[in-house]
Antibody, heavy 121, light 106 residues
């Protein structure tokens, strides 16, 4: 069974940092692109970033470029999102989503349950 | 396609057809996916590559994409289909989501 499980969310103050993790199982992790999507309370889905199967290519939304860094460790079947210089408008549930194929830009066929990041003083 | 526009909400009677639109410049040049999200749950992929249904998605869900508009159609809508629906496309550098459409079955 394919599973992606996020962790690492929590309450942080503006300007602080946080690292989210996504543990993958049930599929050959190194053969798929992976993605992060967030959803602010009561709002729609917002794409955050995507990473290629090898980790050699990463893509970011303009709203997080320069502050967030996505990476993966294929030996540990784990995806990461480093969040820096956090702002109140980064408050959201962060979802890890598996790409349907090896290619970045493929549909997101499995989603985790999400981890909540709250940025507040 | 840098922006995808969806109507915020729509309602449909049980058994009728619901059509959710997603508009974007020259959208037909991009593959569109659709996601269903019920309250308190994670999104679920219901249509990909404009018209394809993942395994386990009922046949009443279908999709199309032509010109500047992609369409998600739910035929014979059931109460369990009440949810938010989001369209999505990839434009070679970024992923774009539509704002979402709340489909109410009443």
């Amino acid at each position: 069974e394919v599973q992606v499980v996020e962790s690492g969310g929590g309450l942080v103050q503006p300007g602080e940092s946080l690292r989210l993790s996504c543990a993958a199982s049930g599929f050959s992790f190194s053969n798929y692109a992976m993605n992060w999507v967030r959803q602010a309370p009561g709002e729609g889905l917002e794409w955050v970033s995507s990473i290629s199967d090898t980790g050699g290519r990463t893509y970011y939304a303009d709203s997080v470029k320069g502050r967030f860094t996505m990476s993966r460790d294929n030996s540990k079947n784990t995806l990461y999102l480093q969040l820096k210089s956090l702002r109140a408008d980064d408050t959201a549930v962060y979802y890890c989503a598996k790409g349907a194929t090896i290619g970045v830009g493929s549909p997101f066929d499995y989603w985790g349950q999400g981890t909540l990041v709250t940025v507040s003083s | 396609s840098s922006e995808l526009t969806q109507p915020p909400s729509m309602s449909v009677s049980p058994g009728q057809t619901a059509s959710v639109t997603c508009s974007g410049d020259k959208l037909e040049n991009y593959y569109v996916s659709w996601y269903q999200q019920k309250p308190g749950q994670s999104p679920v992929l219901v249509i990909y590559e404009d018209t394809k249904r993942p395994s386990g998605i009922p046949e009443r869900f279908s999709g199309s994409n032509s010109g500047n508009t992609a369409l998600l159609t739910i035929s014979g809508t059931q109460a369990m289909d009440e949810a938010d629906y989001y369209c999505q496309a990839w434009d070679s550098r970024s992923v774009v989501f539509g704002g979402g459409t709340k489909v109410t079955v009443l």
